[in-house]
């Protein structure tokens, strides 16, 4: 079965530091590039960061940019996020999300994880 | 404010046909492929449509997309109350960010 799991949610004051987790299975992860998504309550989706298969291409949203670093580990099938500097604005559920063009990126995101909720707050 | 504009809410009754439209500009829409997403109240979004106009496998082809210029629509034909959701249009930016909409509520009465 193709899923992805998102973990490293929790409660953490603004200024801090968090590092989510996606481990992936079911698809051979190092085809694919992957994505961060995320949703804050009651909100709609905004792209946060992509990575390609090989990492040699990354992009964030500009809301983002210098806080946040996507990475990756294919031999362990795992994204992550490191979110530094954290906000209250950046109080949302982060999916992690896989591409559905194998090689390269389409934009399209054809499997997401169940989410994993990151709560800013002091 | 989303760079991708859709209207906040859509209603149909069963069996009609419904269109959600998503209007952006020449540096995402116009220039790049539209995909169309669904999300039923407390679960993650699931895609409904890739490259403007193509359904992943397993998607009822009750569900179309199509494009012209730098706008697209998600046409729903055959309204069912399973349809109820949101639903988000996406492309990739020239800026290489990928942009949503703002999100369609879609009711059927």
């Known amino acids: 079965e193709v899923q992805l799991v998102e973990s490293g949610g929790g409660l953490v004051q603004p200024g801090r530091s968090l590092r989510l987790s996606c481990a992936a299975s079911g698809f051979t992860f190092d085809d694919y590039a992957m994505h961060w998504v995320r949703q804050a309550p009651g909100k709609g989706l905004e792209w946060v960061s992509g990575i390609s298969w090989n990492s040699g291409s990354i992009g964030y949203a500009d809301s983002v940019k210098g806080r946040f670093t996507i990475s990756r580990d294919n031999a362990k099938n795992s994204l992550y996020l490191q979110m530094n500097s954290l906000r209250a604005e950046d109080t949302a559920l982060y999916y992690c999300a896989k591409d559905e063009l194998r090689g390269s990126s389409s934009g399209a995101f054809d499997i997401w994880g169940q989410g994993t909720m990151v709560t800013v707050s002091s | 404010q989303s760079v991708l504009t859709q209207p906040p809410s859509a209603s149909g009754t069963p069996g009609q046909r419904v269109t959600i439209s998503c209007s952006g500009s020449s540096s995402n829409i116009g220039s790049n492929t539209v995909n169309w997403y669904q999300q039923l109240p407390g679960t993650a979004p699931k895609l409904l449509i890739y490259?403007?106009?193509q359904r992943p496998s397993g998607v009822p082809d009750r569900f179309s997309g199509s494009k012209s210029g730098t706008s697209a629509s998600l046409a729903i034909s055959g309204l069912q109350s399973e349809d109820e959701a949101d639903y988000y249009c996406?492309?990739?930016?020239?800026?290489?960010?990928?942009?949503f909409g703002g999100g369609t509520k879609l009711t059927v009465l």
């Open positions: 490259s403007n106009n």
């Open positions: 996406a492309a990739w930016d020239d800026s290489l960010n990928v942009l």
